[in-house]
């Protein structure tokens, strides 16, 4: 493969695989040269044959784990054998590199009769996320058992995967088929009360995650039409919008700020969780998560209605009585005298959202919070905002956005208040995008997920 092709190639798809990650120049190489090997500094250096004289290298702010890089390995074994075939430059190319990619990502967790079998039921659900039953779009749930065998192996996932009936066995939520590595038929699981484990899942699925060790991969079909891969306790792979995307969950909690704090790590898993938890409920959201320093100068674009927390309103409560002492605004006295407490502000101006929100949350950090409650908060049309600390500072919060801001709203403020911190924004088709500031000042997306 030409080497412009090549840049091209990983560039396309192999970078978005992996969030955080770049290409970082590149370095000389012999043939003694593996095409794949760990580099130094959290970096992947990779060829596309033994005998090209150069190695491309691939960096990013986390350690590059093993399946990761005998994933990078099965992509570049499968793009040769198309080179050999002489199939780089067909009509066909895109499909082909797409099918390349979803064997690879299967044959990183597991190998031999297992990798097949999953490919098979993966194809049976693409098939299901073209079909409605009864007129409603399907939802379906399915292990592979690595190291049971089926009693009697004579019904198989093919026989059966794709008949009306099985819609009705299973909801990819609580109700499973289980297959083992061949694909023969095991039984039915109820994940009524699955052994407590750490997981990194959305909520919705966590039972499926604490279902899913190194002895069992997951499958589920979502409602809307994605695929979603679960292994090793983990949300591993999904297949949202027509392309697969590896779900990087610790470079993207690093991502998220630089503190290396014990609190502070707390804070960014709870934000992220809850950032994935919206990408698979659906729901659009704007999280905001302020640097220690950029608090003040945060609060000044959010309205002070908007705020839950007490210290932040006196804070912004001196702040607007200061710009209105202030000459040009004489004739525009205050609304409120700088003895109004936090309670009284919010009853005088009405203020329900903010006061029932405010003793919802009663005091507690964001990662004290449930769940299901933070999904649903951040939902709330509008920016949720987080101080460094972990102190909710508003929610549902409409902020003042820089004159000339492109894309929606949603984007705009999410961009717009990155310069303070690191803001996330979720849309409603389930993409993820992080944006934070560099060191000049100048905004920038960080990730981009599914």
């Known amino acids: 493969m030409e080497k412009s092709h090549f840049y091209e190639f990983v560039d396309r798809m192999i970078l978005p695989l992996f969030t955080g990650s770049f290409i970082a120049g590149e370095t000389e190489s012999s043939s003694r040269d593996l095409e794949v090997a760990l580099g130094k500094g959290n970096s992947v250096l990779l060829k596309p044959s033994k005998a090209d004289e150069y190695r491309l290298i691939l960096k990013r702010g986390?350690?590059?784990?093993?399946?990761?890089?005998?994933?990078?390995?099965?992509?570049?074994?499968?793009?040769?054998?198309?080179?050999?075939?002489?199939?780089?430059?067909?009509?066909?190319?895109?499909?082909?590199?797409?099918?390349?990619?979803?064997?690879?990502?299967?044959?990183?967790?597991?190998?031999?009769?297992?990798?097949?079998?999953?490919?098979?039921?993966?194809?049976?659900?693409?098939?299901?996320?073209t079909r409605t039953y009864e007129g409603e779009n399907v939802s379906m749930g399915v292990f592979v058992n690595l190291s049971a065998v089926a009693d009697d192996a004579s019904v198989n996932f093919a026989d059966i995967m794709d008949s009306d009936f099985f819609v009705r066995i299973t909801d990819g939520v609580s109700a499973f088929v289980e297959f083992d590595k061949k694909g023969g038929l095991i039984g039915y699981i109820n994940l009524k009360n699955p052994k407590h484990a750490p997981t990194v899942s959305p909520y919705i699925f966590d039972r499926v995650a604490r279902s899913c060790n190194d002895k069992r991969v997951g499958i589920i079909l979502t409602a809307r039409g994605d695929i979603l891969i679960f292994y090793a306790r983990q949300l591993m792979f999904a297949k949202r919008n027509g392309k697969w995307c590896v779900y990087s969950h610790d470079e993207i909690i690093r991502?998220?700020?630089?503190?290396?704090?014990?609190?502070?790590?707390?804070?960014?898993?709870?934000?992220?969780?809850?950032?994935?938890?919206?990408?698979f409920g659906y729901m659009g959201a704007c999280i905001i998560y302020l640097n220690k320093d950029k608090t003040h100068e945060a609060l000044k674009q959010i309205n002070i209605a908007d705020i839950v927390s007490e210290s932040h309103f006196e804070e912004k409560k001196l702040m607007e009585l200061g710009e209105n002492s202030k000459l040009y605004n004489l004739t525009n006295p205050p609304p409120f005298d700088e003895n109004i407490t936090f309670e009284e502000y919010l009853t005088k101006f009405n203020c329900t959202k903010a006061r029932a929100i405010k003793n919802i949350i009663a005091g507690k950090k964001l990662y004290e919070l449930d769940r299901k409650l933070l999904?649903?908060?951040?939902?709330?049309?509008?920016?949720?905002?987080?101080?460094?600390?972990?102190t909710i500072i508003a929610v549902g919060a409409i902020l003042k956005i820089e004159a000339g801001s492109l894309g929606g709203g949603r984007l705009a403020a999410t961009k717009s208040m990155a310069k303070y911190g690191v803001g996330i924004k979720v849309s409603q088709d389930g993409i993820m995008q992080g944006f934070s500031a560099d060191k000049h000042g100048k905004v920038k997306l960080i990730f981009d997920v599914g």
């Open 255 to 279: 991502l998220l700020y630089t503190n290396v704090s014990y609190t502070a790590k707390q804070i960014r898993r709870a934000i992220y969780s809850t950032a994935l938890d919206c990408s």
């Open 62 to 129: 986390q350690p590059f784990k093993s399946f990761e890089v005998s994933l990078i390995k099965t992509i570049l074994e499968e793009i040769a054998i198309l080179s050999e075939a002489g199939l780089e430059n067909t009509v066909y190319l895109q499909k082909l590199q797409n099918t390349i990619i979803e064997k690879a990502l299967i044959d990183s967790i597991t190998t031999d009769s297992a990798s097949q079998t999953i490919i098979g039921i993966i194809s049976c659900l693409e098939r299901w996320a």
């Open 375 to 390: 999904e649903n908060l951040v939902g709330i049309d509008g920016a949720t905002v987080i101080d460094f600390d972990g």
